[in-house]
């Protein structure tokens, strides 16, 4: 790959990192690499390509330009999915250690975690993570019991789906004190909106689904840290465990990620203006989203953050009018996940691992690139007709055809 230099804007690393040399006749964009193995004339040198589980050049481009846009000297590592970069991860914690979570994680990492802690693994302690007080006592209580290295903190900033938004550096600083690695999933922020290694965190993780590749047609997940010995013992965990990603889906991820930075500003405008509408709608109990002043976690992330992101939380008065709500948009898609162009609606307790504690009303928007206007039009009808519990109704119709909304 050719080098790009770190001190370009993110919105420009987003174009210009990970592509491939500049030489006469040579393309602009890295190939895709369809191969299992590799040609070998003499005895692998490390570092040489031997076998495709262990590397693959379509990966090269994409790790190069995520490692940039998260402020580290190293490539990113990608996975096959979030969730696999997560379980990479969770092996940095030995045997007998403890992982402190917060208790509005995403709900799978929780579920990750407490399956490799029901397994013997490792102590689960679950906090709530906009509370720095209690994470700060519960990390001194732990520096007691385990030594240093054996505890991991495990941040998540705004919380899936509560946008509970925590102290990074505060919290980060603390842990490092009692000699634990910080893992922060930055799956909703993205680059764009924050970079935790410059808050000290010694890993980042993504859930490349999302935003970075940000058109639903991917499942990914990438690591990124600065610390090149940690590297190297996560990608022996990739290599060994095997969860590799397929040289077409980086590839594609490496496309989406050159529009990241116009889809996160026009995602992230869009999500401010529904939530003040939002806030002042009659069918609606609370809004949570980190934009608004009101929100309790509104000024951590003005202070942190160079955005509030694309999600919105609200919440309903039953769980009734959260389905009809679901059951009544039109341009909006019904649908789990989020982060793509298309705007997406999920009562997310309606999943039977999500959180108790997750209000059962409660319904998250993903908010896509679609016209702001519409997006609002089709939300406006479907909440209204939710509220007024005619949404069931198999001819009932939003007031225009979407697209056709102002
Ligand atoms: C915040 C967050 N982290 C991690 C994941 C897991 O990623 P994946 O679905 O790519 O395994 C998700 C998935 O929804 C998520 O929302």
């Given at each position: 790959m050719a080098s790009v230099r770190s001190d370009l804007a993110p919105d420009t690393l987003t174009v210009?990192?990970?592509?491939?040399?500049?030489?006469?006749?040579?393309?602009?964009n890295a190939p895709i690499v369809l191969t299992t193995t590799y040609h070998e004339t003499r005895a692998p040198e490390p570092g040489?390509?031997?076998y495709a589980r262990g590397s693959n050049p379509t990966w090269d481009p994409f790790e190069e330009a995520l490692g940039a846009l998260e402020g580290s000297d190293l490539p990113a590592l990608v996975f096959a999915s979030g969730l696999g970069a997560a379980a990479a991860a969770l092996?940095?914690?030995?045997?007998?250690g403890v992982v402190v979570l917060p208790r509005h994680a995403y709900a799978g990492s929780l579920g990750l975690a407490a399956d490799l802690a029901a397994q013997g693994r490792f102590e689960l302690c679950v906090v709530d993570i906009a509370d720095t007080g209690a994470v700060l006592s519960e990390l001194r209580a732990l520096a007691d019991r385990f030594d240093a290295g054996q505890v991991m903190l495990w941040l998540e900033s705004?919380?899936?789906?509560?946008l509970e938004v925590a102290e990074l550096s505060v919290l980060t600083d603390a842990a490092h004190a009692i000699g634990a690695v910080v893992v922060a999933d930055n799956t909703f922020n993205t680059p764009i909106v924050h970079r935790p290694l410059d808050a000290g965190v010694d890993v980042v993780l993504h859930s490349?689904?999302?935003?970075?590749?940000?058109?639903?047609?991917v499942v990914l997940g990438a690591l990124v840290t600065s610390d090149p010995t940690r590297r190297e013992r996560l990608l022996a965990h990739r290599t060994l465990h095997g969860a590799i990603a397929g040289p077409f889906e980086v590839w594609l991820a490496l496309r989406g990620l050159r529009t990241l930075a116009l889809r996160m500003e026009r995602s992230q405008g869009t999500a401010l203006a529904l939530a003040h509408r939002l806030a002042e709608?009659?069918?609606?109990?609370r809004v949570r989203y980190p934009?608004?002043?009101?929100?309790?976690?509104h000024e951590r992330a003005a202070e942190q953050f160079e955005g509030f992101g694309g999600i919105v939380s609200i919440e309903l008065d039953d769980v009734a009018t959260a389905d009809a709500l679901v059951a009544a948009v039109?341009?909006?898609?019904?649908a789990t996940s989020l982060g793509g162009v298309e705007s997406l609606v999920e009562?997310?307790?309606?999943?039977?691992?999500?959180?108790?504690?997750?209000?059962?009303a409660l319904v998250r928007l993903s908010v896509g690139i679609e016209n702001p206007g519409d997006l609002w039009a089709d939300l406006d009808q479907a909440l209204r007709r939710a509220a007024a519990g005619d949404?069931?109704?198999?001819h009932a119709r939003a007031p225009r055809e979407a697209g056709q909304l102002s």
């Open positions: 210009a990192a990970g592509r491939p040399p500049r030489e006469h006749d040579a393309p602009v040489d390509r031997v092996s940095l914690v030995p045997t007998g705004p919380t899936n789906p509560m490349v689904t999302k935003w970075l590749a940000g058109h639903s047609d709608h009659p069918a609606v109990r934009g608004l002043p009101s929100d309790p976690g039109r341009l909006w898609l019904p009562r997310r307790r309606r999943q039977p691992a999500e959180p108790l504690t997750v209000p059962e949404a069931h109704l198999p």
